[in-house]
């Protein structure tokens, strides 16, 4: 008896399945899918705007380290080998060590006045040499 209920309510509940309440047309189908195209691609759009936006700001940083450990070597007084530069969003941290207070606050200037430079964390320990 039960195995017989059992089929019954499963055999009533596949009928209930296949029974699909919203009767749509074709047009209605085909829209629907345009409309979830749309949307899909207006997505995708902004995804790779994110993207783009994402890979500049990291050129830009790597340009902004690159430039300014150009400058370090180019100072007698301060070595590219002995300060590490790190950018992130146009903020340059300066880490390591200067001969002098001078020479700290020189470093810090010519990380400051590279283009597309926010802010500067100098974080150089005067050390004589």
Known sequence: MKTLTLCA???ALLVLAACDSRQ?????????TIAATENAAKDLK???K????????KVS????????NADLA??????ALRINVDTHDGRVALLGSAPS?????RAE????????????DNKLAVEKR
Do not use: H
Not at 24 to 32: L, M
Not at 101 to 105: P, Q, T, V
Not at 114 to 119: A, P, Q, T
């Open 9 to 11: 309510v499963s055999g």
């Open 101 to 105: 207070e001078e020479a700290k606050m």
């Open 61 to 68: 940083d790597a340009t902004i380290t690159a430039a300014v």
């Open 109 to 120: 200037r010519l990380a400051m006045n590279e283009k597309g430079v926010v802010s500067v």
């Open 24 to 32: 749509e047309t074709a047009g209605q189908k085909v829209d629907r």
């Open 50 to 57: 994110e993207a783009t936006a994402e890979m500049a700001q």
């Open 46 to 48: 902004q995804q790779s």
């Open 74 to 79: 180019k100072d007698s007084e301060l070595s």
